[in-house]
Nanobody, 118 residues
Framework: QVHLVESGGGLGQPGGSLRLSCAASGSIFSIYKMGWYRQAPGKQRELVALITRGGMTNYADSVKGRFIITRDNAKNTVYLEMNSLKSKDTAVYYC????????????WGQGTQVTVSS
């Protein structure tokens, strides 16, 4: 079993920045990739970004050039640096982790609210 604990988020201003962190514990040897999904009110959950153990990344088109995902394998932690925030980035952000060859989502964090507003 893998336990994911998120931190960060909160209120950000349009054009500003926020950073999310997600620390993994437990059977971390099984984790190949980690990443973030988000779900806005009335919308489906969408994949924002993911990163593999080797550092390969993938981003949703809506955040390319603005968000950066990084991973510290020694700390079993993944970070999401969110820059040039927009109101449409407002959502609950969920950390997820998974094994190789599977859709990201074997394990989930509890979610953290990100609100972008002036």
């Amino acid at each position: 079993q893998v336990h994911l604990v998120e931190s960060g988020g909160g209120l950000g201003q349009p054009g500003g920045s926020l950073r999310l962190s997600c620390a993994a514990s437990g059977s971390i040897f099984s984790i190949y990739k980690m990443g973030w999904y988000r779900q806005a009110p009335g919308k489906q959950r969408e994949l924002v970004a993911l990163i593999t153990r080797g550092g390969m990344t993938n981003y949703a088109d809506s955040v390319k050039g603005r968000f950066i995902i990084t991973r510290d394998n020694a700390k079993n932690t993944v970070y999401l640096e969110m820059n040039s925030l927009k109101s449409k980035d407002t959502a609950v952000y969920y950390c997820a982790a998974g094994a190789a060859g599977r859709v990201l989502g074997d394990y989930w964090g509890q979610g953290t609210q990100v609100t972008v507003s002036s």
